[in-house]
């Protein structure tokens, strides 16, 4: 999914390894969520969204952003809002309206879905109606990561630092590629007035491995690896 930042732990053994992923976090400038009994999280990251009822008593199918979607299945409290879009379709008169909150009773894997019974949602009527609905969980509510674990979003927007203190860039996304993920660092401005305009803005390359990556700090936001700043000249 192109647009979807995700976040997805990562493991720090010889080879940093993928084991799990939630979503992205919610974008700057959204509308308000609706009232709801609780107050929408400042630190809400999207994690999925509903494809629709699964059954006949309620219960919803979501697609995770995860191969392992830890946070879904983890999280007591879903947080909702519409599907994204230009020209978004109206509700029918008689349609209830979207929640911003959904407790989860129950939560499993069913194939490569998540499968879930919720409070408020007694037939499949009720659960169809949040069909195209993206779900969000809060960041501190995910579980906790194992020591040399991270979440993506934890570690994008992280400033990037190789051994001699040369500042790379942050890092604006991930990249997988098999057996390894990939920072995608942006690169400083000044680097970027060199490189010139181009059609993409200018990134740097840095597998996630030990062999590379020394350190990740992500009470600081910084990532210190061993790459030459060669790239930036």
């Not at 946070?71 to 947080?79: F, Q, V």
């Not at 860039?169 to 390894?180: A, D, F, I, K």
Request: with cysteine; charged share 20%; glycine share 8%.
């Amino acid at each position: 999914r192109g647009a979807a930042w995700a976040s997805r732990t990562l493991r720090r053994p010889e080879r940093r390894a993928v084991v799990g992923r939630t979503g992205r976090p919610a974008a700057a400038g959204m509308p308000p969520p609706q009232p709801s009994p609780a107050a929408w999280p400042k630190d809400a990251v999207e994690v999925g969204r509903i494809a629709g009822a699964w059954g006949v008593q309620g219960a919803i199918r979501v697609h995770p952003f995860a191969a392992d979607p830890q946070a879904l299945l983890g999280c007591p409290s879903w947080w909702l809002r519409p599907p994204e879009g230009p020209a978004p379709q109206p509700l029918p008169p008689a349609a209830a309206p979207l929640p911003s909150q959904l407790r989860v009773r129950q939560a499993r894997m069913h194939g490569d879905a998540v499968v879930a019974r919720c409070e408020g949602l007694s037939d499949r009527d009720a659960a169809q109606a949040l069909k195209g609905a993206r779900v969000f969980v809060a960041r501190s509510s995910f579980p906790a990561a194992a020591p040399d674990e991270y979440y993506w979003v934890d570690l994008i927007g992280a400033e990037v630092v190789n051994r001699q203190g040369v500042v790379l860039g942050t890092v604006s996304g991930l990249l997988e590629t098999g057996p390894q993920c990939v920072l995608c660092v942006a690169l400083p401005p000044a680097a970027r007035d060199v490189a010139g305009p181009g059609p993409n803005p200018p990134e740097t390359l840095i597998p996630f491995v030990s062999a590379y990556v020394d350190s990740v700090d992500t009470a600081a936001r910084v990532i210190r690896v061993d790459w030459e700043a060669d790239a930036l000249s």
